[in-house]
């Protein structure tokens, strides 16, 4: 077996190898342009002349060995499957060690925050989620929020890494909301469990999702709420995208659950953003990204969403109860 160049040395060389090894000639004359926006694995377009365009994703072990991603193999495997829905981008060529995938170029736009916001965008978005959720094999591997937001609180803890003064007067509410989620669940579906915009891009005919570092079976409204949480979505623009998700089986159960999980994935990658920066800041694939901003901000919009006059109702109709009367912000409910 041929070794890889070392990646200290001329990246384009360690680059051209591994298209080689996946079976892919890029020719002495392609362009290697690292794509900067992710925070974890080296991405890289590939540029060969005429057609011949690739995405190449080199995955770091430091990544999943921090809790901050599934493992290598799991991802690649996960990425397969989704690409057979015509979702995700077809995988073109792998390679073991280090583990690296060659995938299709998707000739389109990365969508932004502004562009969820048009409900005909969140529309395609929900198309998307569905085809993915719907039409694709299994997920070997499951994901839970509530599972991964305890790793990564015991992984602040364990290293000293910085967490919100109040994070753990949070998690009493915390439990609760796990516990309405998990009283009345929706079947599992393979879900992809980071759905910022930047992993949303538009091929001219449907909505595409890239990045399954995160990705696993998982309760699909997760992935409704996560869309919410990064888009930083309004209330009105929330059922937009539940509704077309949905569609005419949509309940108020339904958008409670979308907005639920909109608040533990803001509680859960709080503390993401302080393992990335705190254990793998020196590999960072954005070396500039501001992460004590990131978590601040998402922490300040979940405590918000817990203080809410309303969230106690939401409890109530996500785990399919019936909801007492309007109390004071925070109220919960007092039924079985």
């Not at 015509?86 to 690296?100: D, F």
């Not at 009493?172 to 992993?199: K, S, V």
């Not at 500039?288 to 918000?304: C, M, N, P, S, T």
């Given at each position: 077996?041929?070794a890889a160049p ?5 990246p ?13 000639d ?16 080296r991405?890289?377009?590939?540029d ?8 190449l ?20 495997d ?8 015509g979702v995700?981008?077809?995988v ?15 000739d389109?736009a990365?969508?932004t925050?502004?562009d ?27 994901f839970d ?7 990564l ?13 109040d ?17 009345d ?7 992809h ?18 990045d ?7 309760d699909p409204?997760f992935d409704l ?7 930083e979505?309004p209330?009105?623009?929330v ?8 569609g005419g ?13 909109r ?13 990335h ?7 960072a694939a ?17 405590v ?32 079985p």
């Amino acid at each position: 077996m041929t070794a890889a160049p070392d990646a200290s040395g001329n990246p384009e060389d360690l680059f051209a190898d591994l298209l080689v090894r996946a079976g892919i000639d890029p020719g002495p004359d392609a362009v290697y342009t690292p794509l900067t926006g992710g925070l974890s694995h080296r991405v890289v377009r590939v540029d060969a002349g005429a057609d011949r365009r690739w995405i190449l994703r080199v995955l770091d072990p430091a990544v999943s060995a921090a809790g901050l991603g599934v493992p290598a193999w799991q991802e690649i495997d996960n990425t397969v499957l989704a690409a057979r829905t015509g979702v995700g981008p077809r995988v073109l060529g792998t390679v073991g060690q280090p583990a690296a995938m060659v995938l299709e170029f998707i000739d389109g736009a990365t969508l932004t925050a502004d562009d969820l916001g048009r409900p005909a965008t969140l529309a395609r978005v929900a198309t998307a989620c569905r085809r993915l959720h719907g039409r694709s094999a299994r997920f070997a591997n499951d994901f839970d929020i509530f599972r991964k937001a305890e790793e990564l609180l015991g992984l602040c803890l364990r290293h000293g890494l910085p967490i919100p003064s109040d994070y753990t007067d949070r998690l009493p509410d915390l439990d609760e909301l796990e516990r309405a989620l998990a009283a009345d669940p929706l079947p599992a579906r393979p879900c992809h469990n980071d759905l910022l915009p930047a992993n949303l891009m538009d091929d001219g005919r449907a909505v595409r999702i890239v990045d399954y570092q995160l990705s696993g079976m998982n309760d699909p409204a997760f992935d409704l709420g996560d869309i919410a949480a990064e888009a930083e979505l309004p209330p009105d623009a929330v059922e937009i995208l539940a509704s077309a998700y949905f569609g005419g089986e949509m309940t108020a159960r339904h958008l409670a659950r979308v907005r639920l999980h909109r608040i533990a994935s803001d509680i859960a990658w709080t503390l993401w953003f302080s393992v990335h920066h705190g254990l793998l800041a020196d590999s960072a694939a954005s070396p500039g990204f501001d992460y004590r901003a990131e978590a601040a901000g998402k922490w300040a919009r979940a405590v918000r969403a817990l203080d809410a006059d309303d969230f106690g109702r939401l409890l109530d109709r996500a785990a399919g109860r019936t909801a007492p009367p309007a109390g004071p912000a925070g109220a919960r409910s007092t039924g079985p």
